[in-house]
């Protein structure tokens, strides 16, 4: 746990943002400039720089659910055949 709270203090302190705060465009402290959405370019390397794949959740979840459907379909032939 203390290894991933390390990689996420890294990565916010890489990318600070400097110049002026009110402005509606920032830099980045890893050279991006031009942001309008400073928290949003932090998420998104934060997620990028640890591996996070939301996809993939989605596409798990996709296949469980099938593998229910299938189970259960199963489970519905095999009741059908007792009587």
């Known amino acids: 746990m203390s290894d991933l709270v390390a990689a996420i203090r ?7 943002a400097t110049g002026q705060l009110d402005d509606p465009e920032v830099s980045c402290g890893c050279g991006t400039e031009g942001l309008r959405d400073h928290p ?10 640890l ?28 009741e059908g055949a007792e009587y």
Request: aromatic share 8%; net charge negative; glycine share 2%.
């Open 10 to 16: 890294q990565i916010i302190e890489n990318h600070r």
């Open 40 to 49: 949003r370019h932090v998420a998104e390397q934060t997620v990028d720089q």
């Open 51 to 78: 591996g996070l794949i939301p996809e993939k959740i989605d596409e798990v979840t996709k296949q469980i659910r099938y593998a229910t459907a299938w189970f259960d379909w199963q489970l519905t032939k095999l």
